[in-house]
């Protein structure tokens, strides 16, 4: 059933802040890289050991000193069991397989809410504050909802990656800001969380620069496109 999934795409956020048409603060063509397993973060919220090629690039040195200041067993969401069973259907996960995150209203499949609050808590230590989301976890009612007032910018309802809980749309405010951005771009891939390839400009989809997915969990219901 989940191989029906490979061609979802994802509806345009529901605020006005999501423009498609807004430029980049700079170029998304470049392929990010970097790990994306939820293992490097279950030992706490210090920023995880990345990949050669993470490694290699800059990193931000606030960040990394903020977060060893911690404690490495406090858990970054820590009333979520990352490991929780996965129960459900597109739009109809289960209560137990989805996390509520900081912003009231947003929720999350569990092992998703887990890696986006790690990553949230190394935003907080470099911008002292959390990060606006507009859209997270979307029920299959609202995707009717939203492909209804959106036509072909939205997902079929049932494929979209927000019905899994496994996408979210940033702020205006985010993804407007080239220092904020740059550094999603950069530190995001190391908890799982990217731009995917057909959001970015010049990709197979419309030009999504808001649009974030847990990759990890994209992999397991479809493909990475």
């Known amino acids: 059933m989940?191989?029906?999934?490979?061609?979802?795409?994802?509806?345009?956020p529901l605020?006005?802040?999501?423009?498609?048409?807004?430029?980049?603060?700079?170029?998304l063509d470049t392929a990010s890289s970097g790990p994306s397993t939820l293992a490097l973060l279950r030992a706490g919220v210090d920023t995880p050991r990345t990949s050669e090629s993470i490694a290699a690039a800059p990193r931000d040195a606030r960040v990394e000193?903020?977060?060893?200041?911690?404690?490495?067993e406090r858990g970054p969401l820590p009333d979520c069991d990352p490991d929780a069973p996965i129960d459900g259907t597109n739009g109809r996960l289960a209560d137990h397989s989805r996390c509520d995150l900081w912003q009231s209203g947003e929720e999350l499949r569990a092992d998703a809410a887990v890696a986006l609050s790690a990553l949230n808590e190394a935003f907080r230590a470099r911008f002292g504050r959390d990060l606006c989301l507009v859209d997270s976890y979307r029920s299959l009612d609202s995707q009717y909802a939203v492909k209804a007032s959106r036509g072909y910018l939205a997902a079929t309802p049932g494929t979209s990656m927000h019905g899994w809980g496994l996408a979210i749309d940033l702020c205006g405010k985010e993804y407007s800001s080239s220092e904020v951005y740059g550094w999603l771009w950069e530190n995001g891939p190391a908890y799982g969380w990217e731009n995917p390839p057909w959001a970015q400009r010049g990709g197979m989809g419309n030009y999504e620069p808001w649009h974030f997915e847990y990759r990890p969990g994209v992999e397991e219901v479809s493909y990475w496109h």
Do not use: K, M, N
């Not at 000193?65 to 490495?72: E, P």
């Open 2 to 12: 989940l191989g029906s999934l490979a061609a979802a795409t994802i509806a345009v």
């Open 15 to 27: 605020t006005t802040d999501a423009q498609g048409d807004e430029a980049s603060p700079f170029d």
């Open 65 to 72: 000193a903020s977060a060893a200041s911690r404690s490495s």
